[in-house]
């Protein structure tokens, strides 16, 4: 009994080695590109706020992505996060993925970023999301872009007096 068992495994191991060095062959001979981006929704300003992140993955390259994984990074200790990564079996060259992040912030702000990454594919991070994104900086912001645009409308219209 033991015996066949252990011929069982070696005939197991002889057919599945050429497969998984087959694999991997494949996934090294046809790398691919990903893209990903996230976005929020509902309000996410206060302490226990539920809110809801979707990462977009795209495959950008010719080759289908092969088990590509998304994780959420610089999500606090003291945030809960469902699910905290997602992953995709195979994404077709053009296909893009939608996942959905419910997240319960909790006392602590922080600024959240997703990875993607295939076995084919190397990692790549979306862009970055401050909670809570605060109205002084979006403020701020649209005074230094006028200020800038004021310099620049005059500067041209002075170079056209000229």
Same mark, same amino acid.
């Given at each position: ?20 060095? +087959? #694999? *991997? ?17 509902? %309000?996410? $300003?206060?302490? +226990?706020? #539920? ?5 977009? *993955?795209?495959?950008? +390259?010719?080759? &289908?992505?092969?088990?590509?994984? @998304? ?32 997240? %319960? ?11 993607? %990454? &295939? ?18 900086? @979006? #403020? +701020? ?10 310099? *620049? ?8 007096? $000229?």
């Amino acid at each position: 009994m033991k015996r066949r068992a252990i011929i069982g495994a070696s005939i197991l191991l002889l057919i599945a080695t050429p497969l998984i060095t +087959g #694999a *991997v062959a494949a996934t090294s001979d046809t790398q691919t590109s990903l893209f990903i981006s996230l976005d929020t929704y509902w %309000e996410h $300003k206060n302490n +226990g706020d #539920a809110f809801v992140v979707r990462a977009d *993955v795209k495959n950008i +390259g010719d080759y &289908a992505a092969i088990d590509t994984v @998304i994780n959420l990074k610089n999500v606090p200790s003291d945030w809960n996060t469902t699910p905290w990564h997602m992953n995709i079996p195979i994404l077709a060259p053009g296909q893009t993925k939608t996942c959905y992040f419910i997240i %319960e912030r909790g006392p602590t702000n922080s600024t959240i970023y997703a990875t993607a %990454e &295939a076995l084919n594919a190397p990692l790549v991070q979306s862009n970055r999301i401050a909670i809570p994104i605060s109205l002084y900086v @979006i #403020a +701020g912001f649209a005074v230094v872009c006028s200020v800038l645009i004021i310099q *620049v409308h005059r500067q041209r219209k002075k170079n056209n007096t $000229k």
